[in-house]
């Protein structure tokens, strides 16, 4: 049974930083990539970024760029997002997702975590 499981959310102050983790168990991590999206709600998912099963490939949306970056431990099963100078609109529940390809769009992914909830106060 594949497992995906977020922690770190919390609520933090506008500037200050968050360390998302995704560990995982049942899959093949090593072999994964592993994509963050977060969602607001009444809003749509929103992709984040992605690693690939390597490491050697990071993607960042431009709104978080230079603030937020992604890294993996194959040895630990774990990937992690690292939030730095955060921001109100960075508000939502993260979640991380494990797949086979890098895509932005969530339907590729098979594998969800259940989501950890970040909340930036100003």
């Known amino acids: 049974q594949v497992q995906l499981v977020e922690s770190g959310g919390g609520l933090v102050q506008a500037g200050g930083s968050l360390r998302l983790s995704c560990a995982a168990s049942g899959l093949t991590f090593s072999t994964s990539t592993i994509a963050w999206f977060r969602q607001d709600p009444g809003k749509a998912r929103e992709f984040v970024g992605y690693?690939?099963?390597?490491?050697?490939?990071?993607y960042i949306i431009d709104s978080v760029k230079g603030r937020f970056s992604i890294s993996r431990d194959n040895a630990k099963n774990t990937a992690s997002l690292q939030m730095n100078n955060l921001k109100s609109d960075d508000t939502a529940v993260y979640y991380c997702a494990a797949g086979e390809i890098l895509t932005v769009r969530p339907s590729p992914y098979k594998y969800w975590g259940q989501g950890t909830q970040v909340t930036v106060s100003s």
């Open positions: 690693i690939s099963a390597t490491g050697s490939i990071t």
